[in-house]
């Protein structure tokens, strides 16, 4: 009896000294801590706005998901971007809004905001824990931003439905429904020529100068804008009626439900049928003015990946043989970034001379965001994504990740996040042009001194935390948890990602040794063991 108590006494003592254990913090905050403190020490702070340098600490403790994995070169990147995107949130009359540029830019309008990367903006602040900073800016586009909402193209309804589905807020859901449905309205007037079902956009307005596709429409005179009909807006514009249908459904609102989803549908159909070029399999350009005669474009290019970002094609191989190309170095594979022109067409190039944004070679890191989110859907969502692996996904991201670099004056290799980088050397082109661009130093006109540095034109934070790591929060308030990291991977964490008020925690730890509070993949709300399994699989957690 005495040693049946000793031993129920020990199990005990070893159970409390787990769940301490589990309710403590599993990611060392000082580790965190020395890469802000590095990227603090290599910077130069030329622009300041709501959050400094002084302050950045505090606020990432407190505000952003911290991840503990085996490749740093990811986690390095991973907290690089938080602190990069801080800088960017700034306060308003208005509320926060989330710049692109830190210095002000010509073109840019109220608040020195630009909506063409609104979307990523608000899919990556959508993790901090304070929903404040991202509801205020979704209220400045839809309530008080005039016709910036629609300067660029722009999935606003889809973002937001991202966004409702990490905090949400069903007030403001019925306070916004209206304004989106407003701004769709708008947009079928402006952008779409009425006997046709697709819409069409300068490719300028898409955010891409100088496309190769707009080279060939002008008849092979490079040029800085063209009107076609693009997988992009068209893309955004499916994403967005599909969210206004959600949205309507969540609210009750079966009429406005039904005709979102007609329209969604009919963007679908006609996206398959107008867009897909089956001599190239791929997703490519019509003109703006297109009638049955027209067949779309002979040129690859990154855009037409868009539509799986919002997972619209067919689960078809039809379809899936298109993303052979990412790995193609005929297509878009480079050594340090994802082309945005196929390599192997005559009009790509790498140019330093002329405009310095250029779509017709470069590496852009707001392609390559929509082009990994675009792959992780394909291989989460699809059965038919043979082309393509979770490998592939894994060491695109890598390459993305290693991209963030620069070397500066003292040959000190520094994080960096600019424009366009030259996918063969890793230069960043536009800053290399700019920083002699007038009497051999930086043009005001041209956006001042160090116009692209932190340039918050991507994302980043979110591949890793939705993709890589696989939390997906559903707008029922249920969590899909679908990791997709390297089969070599024996441990990583993810801690303190507040999700509709609560607390999750992903462990994955083979062996139990990484963080001592038991073997396999553990999913913890609110520091209960909610799920748990030997090996890595997918998981979900119901609603509240």
């Known amino acids: 009896m005495k040693n049946r108590n000793l031993l129920f006494i020990f199990f005990l003592a070893l159970f409390v000294s787990c769940e301490k254990k589990t309710k403590s913090e599993l990611i060392d905050k000082n580790i965190v801590g020395q890469y802000i403190d590095n990227f603090n020490k290599n910077d130069v702070e030329l622009y300041q706005q709501f959050i400094t340098n002084a302050d950045v600490k505090t606020f990432l403790l407190d505000n952003v998901p911290l991840i503990d994995i085996p490749d740093k070169d ?35 309008m109220k608040h020195n905001t630009i909506n063409c990367p609104a979307g990523h903006h608000i899919y990556e602040g959508r993790w901090l824990r304070n929903p404040k900073y991202i509801s205020d800016y979704i209220n400045f586009w839809l309530k008080k931003s005039g016709d910036g909402i629609r300067q660029y193209s722009f999935w606003v309804a889809d973002a937001s439905l991202a966004f409702q589905s990490v905090h949400r807020n069903d007030s403001l859901i019925i306070d916004q429904l209206p304004l989106l449905l407003k701004n769709y309205q708008k947009w079928e007037l402006d952008r779409r020529i009425q006997k046709n079902t697709l819409f069409w956009q300068y490719d300028t307005n898409d955010g891409m100068e ?45 009429l406005i439900h039904l005709s979102f989803t007609e329209k969604s549908e009919n963007i679908k159909q006609s996206v398959q049928e107008r867009l897909w070029n089956k001599k190239l399999n791929f997703f490519t350009v019509l003109p703006k003015d297109y009638n049955e005669g027209h067949r779309p474009l002979n040129i690859r290019e990154l855009i037409g990946y868009l539509p799986w970002y919002f997972n619209l094609p067919d689960d078809k191989m039809e379809y899936a043989v298109a993303w052979q190309k990412v790995k193609d170095t005929l297509g878009f594979a480079a050594p340090i970034g994802l082309t945005v022109t196929e390599r192997s067409h005559p009009y790509f190039q790498i140019s330093y001379e002329g405009h310095e944004c250029q779509w017709n070679g470069p590496s852009w890191p707001f392609a390559t965001t929509q082009t990994l989110k675009a792959l992780a859907n394909h291989i989460n969502n699809y059965t038919n994504h043979q082309m393509v692996s979770i490998k592939d996904y894994y060491e695109l991201l890598l390459q993305y990740a290693k991209s963030h670099k620069r070397t500066n004056q003292k040959g000190e290799i520094i994080n960096w996040i600019d424009e366009n980088i030259n996918p063969f050397t890793g230069d960043w082109i536009s800053r290399t042009r700019l920083k002699k661009w007038e009497n051999g130093t930086w043009s005001k006109e041209k956006g001042d001194v160090e116009r692209g540095k932190d340039y918050n034109h991507s994302g980043f934070c979110d591949l890793v935390i939705s993709d890589l790591l696989g939390l997906k929060p559903q707008i029922d308030g249920s969590i899909k948890i ?15 990602v507040l999700s509709n008020g609560r607390e999750i925690r992903v462990v994955w730890d083979k062996y139990g040794e990484k963080y001592k509070i038991g073997k396999g993949f553990m999913i913890f709300i609110n520091d209960k063991l909610v799920k748990k399994s030997s090996n890595l699989r997918d998981f979900i957690v119901g609603p509240i």
Not at 74 to 103: A, C, M, Q, S
Request: proline content about 5%; charged content about 25%.
């Open 482 to 496: 679908k990791p997709m990291v390297p089969e070599s991977w024996d441990w990583f964490c993810i801690d303190r």
């Open 210 to 254: 100088h496309t190769v596709s707009g080279r060939i429409l002008n008849n092979g005179v490079d040029t800085f804008t063209v009107s076609a009909t693009r997988p992009t807006i068209n893309s955004y514009m499916y994403g967005d009626a599909k969210a206004i249908a959600k949205f309507a459904q969540i609210l009750d609102k079966p």
């Open 74 to 108: 990811i986690e390095e990147t991973y907290y690089f971007r938080w602190w990069t995107y801080r800088k960017h949130i700034k306060n308003t009359e208005d509320g926060f809004v989330i710049t692109e540029f830190l210095p002000k830019v010509f073109w840019s």
